[in-house]
């Protein structure tokens, strides 16, 4: 079967750095942080008590009242983001096949914010006092189910759990969706919303944050990532529907490798052959060498581990010439499951604009690493064609895609 | 307050309804859309409105807004 090619056509956020993809990209060009202490609720009893917050979803504007009472903050974000993905790319969904629309979105805890409040009623005020909309909210798959009920969406649909991975995988097997022809275009992403007091508590205790509250992967000093919550949703077309209906393409997604370490339940592989196989799986199938890469984007989890298997990763993919490189998410936290999507719209937006954000939070290379990316100063001006965007997750989970500009 | 300013509140306040889709001859499954799941919390907020036990079959989506109004006009005398 001759495959189709998949482009992606509209970017839709809401970010800590922003809910508009001008200003959220303007923002990383820019190096300003948006980690900081949380003031949601009490939090200073928590060992890692830095995150990305956003401040207005954006979505009271858009749905009403009725229906956001009924959902998590996971949902409501992707709700916001599926919004502005679609008029981003000129989508009027009434007026398309919506048979052959689909959505895959990735989370990693699903809605803990929702299910909190209801698990203290249900302990201090009985059954009774819990929402009917508990069972609807909570679960990973309620994004998914909430877009295909409000736009009317009745085609192939997915929702990948896979820890940090899980919207890389999810843009990675949506491209794969319309180049066999299972869909005419996805929307395709994920969101989390991890800034709950549970689902804070649960991300603490996985040892992996930040105590310090700074997020500065492959620098001597980091001690694990900080988080922050939002979504990121990417139209991602069937390349000749695109063209025929005169869309902007921001880019193909031109490779996608997904591979699995086989070696510790949450612990990366410390060799990164595991990650280095996804990254060259991903440059093979785009039918490229590791030559091609103008910009590469970590995963950058800022533990020594972690850190030091994809520094490994990397020397062994690119040897000497690793090209260059940023972590903007380190600006406004590591958005777990949803932070594949958000490194994918920085990457369109990087070849978008010609500027790549190279800002990574490193400023001391950890000398365990084979190679650590180290801060360079501001936004460099280059003339970026093609991206490599790495995401891992816990039980060894590799993900890598390729973006080629057109 | 009367018992259709309660309702309405309910129905405004409690479930998120619009004040003008509230009308008295509005059913609440094909004018409200009210699903099997929001029916849960129609029940919930209105006995919570008016300190009461409705029992099962009373409230659901065949009826009207004006149903519920003289169904509680009955039950309080």
């Known amino acids: 079967m001759r495959l189709k090619r998949a482009v992606i056509t509209g970017l839709g956020i809401v970010s800590p750095a922003g809910n508009d ?14 980690v900081r202490e949380i003031d949601r609720f009490d939090a200073s009893r928590y060992p890692s008590r830095h995150a990305g ?45 919506r048979e052959r629309a689909g959505i895959i979105l990735g989370n990693a805890i699903g809605g803990w914010g929702f299910a909190e409040v209801e698990l203290r009623d249900l302990y201090t005020g009985g059954l009774r006092d819990v929402s009917p909309y508990q069972a609807t909210a909570w679960f990973p798959a309620a994004p998914q189910g909430q877009i295909s009920i409000h736009y009317g969406i009745k085609g192939f649909a997915k929702t990948i759990i896979s820890d940090v991975a899980s919207s890389h995988l999810a843009i990675g097997y949506a491209a794969r969706a319309v180049m066999t022809g299972k869909a005419d275009f996805v929307l395709a992403g994920g969101a989390e919303a991890p800034i709950s007091p549970y ?25 694990g990532y900080v988080t922050g919550e939002g979504a990121g949703i990417l139209i991602v077309e069937e390349y000749e529907r695109a063209v025929d209906r005169g869309a902007s393409i921001y880019a193909e997604i031109k490779g996608f490798g997904h591979t699995s370490d086989g070696v510790d339940p949450v612990k990366p592989d410390p060799s990164g ?34 850190d030091r298997s994809e520094s490994n990763a990397v020397r062994r993919v690119f040897g000497e010439n690793v090209p260059a490189a940023g972590i903007p998410k380190t600006l406004f936290g590591n958005l777990l ?22 800002h990574t939070g490193c400023a001391s290379p950890d000398d365990g690493c084979g190679w650590a990316v180290s801060q360079k100063g501001l936004s460099v001006v280059k003339d970026i064609r093609r991206v490599m965007i790495n995401s891992t997750g816990r039980g060894g989970v590799n993900a890598c895609i390729v973006l080629e500009r057109l | 307050m009367s018992i259709e300013d309660r309702v309405s509140r309910v129905f405004v306040d409690g479930i998120g309804m619009e004040p003008g889709e509230v009308t008295p001859n509005a059913c609440l499954k094909d004018d409200l ?16 409105e008016f300190g009461t036990k409705i029992p099962d079959g009373i409230i659901h989506g065949g009826i009207t807004v004006r149903d519920v109004v003289d169904y509680f006009g009955r039950s309080i005398q």
Do not use: Q, W
């Not at chain 1, 993905?85 to 096949?97: K, N, P, Q, S, V």
């Not at chain 1, 958000?342 to 500027?355: R, W």
């Open chain 2, 33 to 48: 859309g009210i699903d099997s799941t929001e029916m849960v919390e129609v029940v919930v907020a209105l006995e919570k």
């Open chain 1, 53 to 97: 917050m956003v401040a207005d979803t954006g979505a009271e504007g858009i749905f009403n009242k009725r229906l956001l009472k009924k959902l998590d903050r996971f949902s409501e974000m992707s709700l916001a983001a599926a919004e502005s993905a679609l008029r981003d790319a000129g989508i009027h969904i009434e007026t398309e096949d």
């Open chain 1, 273 to 306: 052959v595991g990650l280095a196989r996804a990254m060259e799986g991903a440059l093979g199938s785009a039918g490229l060498v590791a030559g091609d890469i103008d910009y590469l984007m970590p995963a950058g989890m800022a533990g020594m581990l972690h």
């Open chain 1, 199 to 223: 689902a804070l508590l649960c991300c603490n205790t996985s040892g992996e944050m930040s105590m310090i509250g700074g997020y500065t992967p492959f620098d001597k000093r980091r001690d």
């Open chain 1, 21 to 34: 993809k001008d200003a959220f990209f303007g923002n990383l060009i820019r190096g300003v942080s948006f």
């Open chain 1, 337 to 358: 499951g949803a932070s594949g999507a958000l490194d994918a719209v920085t990457g369109c937006m990087a070849m978008s604009k010609g500027i790549a954000p190279t």
